[in-house]
């Protein structure tokens, strides 16, 4: 990890626990404070980033042009944040009044745990609904102004995972989910189980005067730790995540049941990865266990974690960051799928080259309605990643294998697979 990493989770830690840091960034250089504004961007945490350093001595020695485009930015970003969450407030107002029993997750959930929960932006707002009321609430929304991203890839009788929808009025994105996993995967499908009884236990949190049901605090830590291992173990995920978790673990510990956290993580496979985040929370962002009233939690477990940070550092906002990253996806994936049977990283590499259909439908939709097209998509998929320009320049074919080898080890360390 080097300087500007390091000055980075300084600036997000006083962010969230709302301390002034001005004097340890006096002697930041512009071309530090440039860097340092590039990671933002790559981790979507721009508004936060803008918040700590517009007050520093660095900041005012930097040209009147950039200081002024990063205050525009983060204007625009914190205001559309703000037109987006009362847009939602009006949308989970309409689904409640229509006696739908839906939960709002992730989002908006985390974002009221920060000082300044618009300048924690979020790509959408998620809600999670049975599927016997799916489609009635797929109906509602429609009805309500917005429009499927995906209008002509599906049909509502189709046994989907999720929708996502766009208020083009307010830019409001919204994701319905009848499952919070996708049941056909092997990698992460079985982790539903442990939601059986999600809107059964919800709990109700009050957010800027509104009431919204979301999932009982131990179910929702589960979630978070779940949604992150996930994308883990896809393409990586940013510090976003790291602080949801952190934050929300320190907010409602105390009506969090540690000993079931401990079993289930441990049964999915999450407990050395989530001891290995709840480790850099120490390290980097002031988070307390007492507060978090984790106790005793744990203890079995020595934290490793330096390796985990690296690759969140790395990853950016839902590991977009490389497409190296991207398309290592379907090795680690692979990986995954077979972790029991102590061939994961044997096959992982063929995965790469060959990813199932489940995987290949997220990209090429087709497959939806044309699942026998898969050797054809095949076929589409290595022409289009051998002679893409970007790829041919900064991220070949090798550099993907590599890539991908590099974070099957870091799967193996944190005893993720075999």
């Known amino acids: 990890m080097d300087t500007i990493e390091k000055y980075f989770l300084k600036i997000i830690c006083s962010h969230i626990r709302g301390k002034d840091i001005s004097d340890e960034l006096k002697d930041i250089s512009p071309d530090e404070l440039t860097a340092l504004y590039r990671i933002s961007i790559i981790h979507s945490v721009f508004p936060m980033f803008y918040d700590v350093v517009c007050k520093t001595e660095s900041f005012a020695g930097l040209d009147d042009e950039i200081k002024s485009l990063w205050k525009r930015q983060t204007i625009v970003a914190v205001a559309s944040q703000a037109v987006k969450t009362e847009s939602f407030f009006q949308i989970y107002r309409h689904i409640k009044d229509a006696g739908l029993n839906c939960l709002v997750i992730k989002g908006i959930i985390c974002r009221q745990m920060y000082p300044k929960p618009d300048c924690r932006t979020s790509n959408d707002e998620d809600i999670y609904i049975s599927k016997d009321e799916f489609g009635a609430c797929h109906k509602l929304i429609l009805e309500n102004g917005f429009e499927t991203k995906d209008k002509d890839d599906f049909d509502i009788t189709d046994d989907i995972h999720v929708i996502s929808y766009v208020d083009a009025g307010s830019g409001l994105h919204i994701e319905l989910h009848q499952t919070l996993f996708e049941e056909d995967s092997k990698a992460y499908g079985y982790m539903n189980s442990y939601f059986n009884d999600a809107i059964k236990n919800a709990v109700a949190i009050q957010v800027n005067d509104n009431e919204l049901k979301t999932l009982e605090y131990t179910e929702n830590l589960l979630y978070l730790i779940c949604h992150a291992f996930k994308h883990f173990v896809m393409r990586g995920f940013g510090i976003r995540q790291l602080c949801d978790i952190l934050l929300f673990a320190e907010n409602y510990g105390s009506k969090i049941n540690w000993s079931y956290i401990e079993k289930t993580t441990k049964e999915i496979g999450a407990d050395v990865f989530f001891v290995n985040l709840i480790d850099i929370g120490e390290r980097y962002f002031e988070f307390s266990r007492e507060k978090a009233c984790m106790r005793d939690a744990f203890s079995y477990i020595v934290a490793e974690s330096q390796d985990l940070l690296d690759d969140i550092l790395d990853a950016g906002i839902f590991g977009k960051s490389s497409d190296s990253r991207h398309h290592s996806n379907s090795m680690t994936l692979s990986a995954m799928e077979n972790r029991n049977d102590g061939a994961g ?46 790829n041919a320049e900064n991220n070949s074919a090798k550099d993907t294998l590599r890539f991908g080898k590099k974070r099957i080890e870091l799967l193996k360390k944190y005893k993720i697979i075999k």
């Open 345 to 390: 990283s044997k096959k992982a590499a063929w995965g790469a080259v060959f990813p199932r259909l489940e995987i290949m439908k997220k990209r090429y939709k087709i497959l939806n309605k044309l699942p026998f097209l898969l050797p054809l998509m095949w076929i589409v998929r290595s022409f289009s990643f051998l002679f893409s320009k970007k």
